[in-house]
């Protein structure tokens, strides 16, 4: 019970530095406006934060970091994640962002949190763009998730269209290593459409 009232107090206290830049000393540029923070919270999450303030890179001597590939907001849920009061919505609203500056910073906490809800919902809309991700980030679970979703649940025939355009645009290894998964671990799976290759 103690413990349960003092993290909920310090989490309210957390937040309140973040939002009212108390004592910040650090800023952030992003590609649509800046944030204030705070060198220690960055640097004990991170260890390229940490790397930055801690060696004689240009952010420690100008106390300015630039996140120019991250809009405002999307920064303030890295942020809000980082300082442990990130919401539910803002982080659903922001994962791929927040994917990208886990896998960046080196957070992979926050990886794997990205990870799990991106398995949650996979659907025929998304699969492939999952798919890459997973690839492109080596997010093994969403890999296997995907893969599963095509060629175990029988997907990959509504996705027909979508496959024909992925395999055209996606890179060869992945590509590669969907067919041996296809080949090798899972049912043999016919009239996969494939124009390419």
């Known amino acids: 019970m103690m413990q349960s009232i003092s993290t909920q107090s310090t989490l309210r206290r957390l937040s309140r530095m973040l939002d009212e830049a108390i004592h910040a000393d650090v800023t952030i540029h992003t590609a649509d406006g800046t944030l204030r923070a705070h060198k220690a919270i960055l640097a004990a999450s991170s260890p390229v934060f940490q790397s930055m303030f ?10 300015t970091i630039n996140i120019e590939d991250m809009s405002t907001e999307s920064c303030m849920a890295f942020l809000s994640y980082l300082y442990g009061t990130i919401k539910q919505e803002d982080f659903w609203k922001h994962r791929l962002a927040l994917l990208e500056a886990a896998n960046k910073y080196d957070n992979a906490d926050l ?3 990205c990870e799990e809800s991106l398995v949650e919902d996979i659907n025929t809309g998304n699969v492939l763009d999952r798919l890459q991700e997973a690839w492109l980030y080596q997010l093994d679970k969403l890999k296997k998730g ?19 355009s992925f395999f055209r645009q996606a890179d060869r290894e992945l590509i590669l290593e969907m067919f041996q998964e296809v080949f090798t671990i899972r049912k043999p799976v016919y009239n996969l459409p494939c124009e390419v290759l």
């Open 54 to 63: 801690h060696h004689d890179f240009k952010e420690k001597e100008s106390s």
């Open 111 to 113: 990886k794997d949190a």
């Open 146 to 164: 995907c893969l599963a979703y095509l060629f175990d649940f029988g997907k990959v025939y509504d996705a027909r269209e979508e496959i024909n």
